[in-house]
């Protein structure tokens, strides 16, 4: 009688597991999978100014809408609430380089760390484009996208990994060809 309660009670249990990961594996299949994503992983966890990382990815649809995200993953020892970035980007056929300087805060007013930690280490996706603005790649080709620290510091400590997300949001409208 022993072995039977043991028996079904362990059963049980596996049964609950493959319930729980076939839900998590269902949920993962519903969530929108990123047009580009990359990181790069930063020696020594520190980020120079001369480390400027570059990201290269082909768009070929011009109607669709587009956001910028930038990944960092760092430490709980990072030293500031926030990091500032000198972000520079090249269309197809440019051969220069079109700079903006955008801050990203990683931290609430509190001091609370924005993202997700688990033990000393913080991930965080930090929007580059504005939600009511959204990216639009007029020409098809490959773009790159350029990240510099832009602190007063450095290097810049307790920087583990930084990247590059551009996910799809949706299609412009375009201007109807009346003939």
């Known amino acids: 009688m022993y072995y039977n309660q043991r ?3 362990l059963c049980q249990t596996i049964i609950s597991g493959c319930w729980i990961c076939l839900t998590a594996w269902m949920m993962a299949g519903c969530m929108s999978s990123p047009y580009y994503q ?5 020696p020594r966890n520190e980020w120079h100014y001369k480390n400027q ?3 290269t990815f082909e768009i070929t649809d011009t109607a669709s809408l587009y956001h910028l995200y930038f990944l960092i993953r760092h430490t709980d020892a990072y030293p500031y609430s926030n990091i500032w970035l000198q972000i520079s980007t ?3 056929g440019d051969t220069a380089f079109q700079q903006s300087r955008v801050e990203i805060p990683l931290a609430e007013k509190s001091g609370k760390w924005l993202g997700r930690g688990m033990g000393e280490i913080w991930e965080q996706r930090m929007p580059i484009t504005k939600e009511d603005r ?3 790649f007029t020409r098809p080709g490959k773009y790159e ?7 007063r510091i450095d290097p810049l400590p307790e ?7 551009v996910a799809k949001w949706g299609h412009r409208k375009l201007p109807v060809n009346k003939t």
């Not at 990359?38 to 930063?42: D, G, I, N, Y």
């Not at 996208?145 to 602190?151: A, D, G, P, W």
């Not at 920087?159 to 997300?165: D, E, F, P, S, V």
Request: cysteine-free; charged content about 25%; glycine content about 4%.
């Open 7 to 9: 028996t079904r009670s």
């Open 38 to 42: 990359k990181t790069e992983a930063l």
């Open 53 to 55: 990382p570059t990201f």
């Open 90 to 92: 090249k269309q197809p």
């Open 134 to 136: 959204p990216m639009i």
């Open 145 to 151: 996208v350029r990240l510099e620290q832009n602190m």
């Open 159 to 165: 920087i583990l990994h930084i990247g590059l997300r």
